[in-house]
């Protein structure tokens, strides 16, 4: 196994492990992501109070556009669409929220243009920790996130240096540790398998040998009953 990026060198093994895992996971993935659905949903009580000058426009990518892509991908799942072999699409529809979040910093004025950072560290945390997908997958999403991010407020809707060196510490920070707890949950569940299959391995050989020794047995028996 590769210790960056947690494949197995084998692709007929790497290929069993993301269909076990998918086929274990996929249950509490779509229920993450209804969660988050609707947790990003209840952020739109947060709108009102922290940047209702563009109110409309931040629930018109709540409501509108993240919501709907992400109740759209549950009901996705269901198909025979998406199966273990394009699963990262599960991972890259998390820019969808993220960049949501980035586009209201950008629109709105202050204070909310330097609050909402909090918000990508939700959008992204919650992907990397509750989702249990790729972490190769979840690290880029949360890195393009993070550059969009950092273009935005050097660019786009300038933050005073400060603020802006704060945010992008304490964001960087977080997601840093979100995609470490999530290396580390990925790496678990893959020691896990190699150890079921070992355990797997031994059962079958044992089988075997099982076998082997009751046909002797019955091969002796018959012998000493002529």
């Known amino acids: 196994m590769n210790g960056i990026t947690l494949r197995f060198r084998s692709p007929e093994i790497e ?17 993450s992501v209804t969660g988050g659905a609707i947790v990003f949903a209840l952020f739109g009580i947060l709108d009102i109070y922290v940047i209702p000058e563009v109110l409309f426009e931040a629930w018109a990518l709540r409501f509108g556009l993240v919501c709907p892509v992400l109740l759209s991908l ?6 025979r669409f998406v199966n273990h072999r394009n699963s990262g699409l599960l ?11 980035v586009t209201m ?5 202050a204070p909310g243009a330097y609050l909402y950072y909090a918000g990508i560290i939700v959008a992204v945390g919650y992907s990397n920790c509750l989702w249990r997908l790729s972490y190769a997958y979840s690290s880029i999403v949360s890195a393009i996130t993070v550059a969009i991010y950092a273009l935005v407020v050097l660019f786009i809707s300038p933050i005073p240096p400060d603020i ?3 945010n992008l510490t304490f964001l960087v920070s977080t997601i840093g540790i979100s995609v470490f707890l999530n290396y580390v949950q990925e790496r678990q569940l893959r020691a896990n398998f190699v150890d079921n299959e070992k355990l797997r391995a031994e059962q079958r050989r044992s089988e075997r040998l099982l076998s082997r020794s009751e046909a002797a047995n019955r091969a002796k028996n018959d012998f000493l009953a002529i």
């Open 15 to 31: 290929d069993k492990f993301a269909k076990t895992n998918y086929e274990s996971q996929i249950g509490i993935t779509r229920l």
């Open 74 to 79: 549950v009901a996705i799942s269901y198909t």
């Open 91 to 101: 991972s890259f529809v998390m820019l969808v929220p993220g960049i949501a979040v």
């Open 105 to 109: 910093t950008a629109i709105a004025n």
């Open 164 to 166: 802006l060196a704060s």
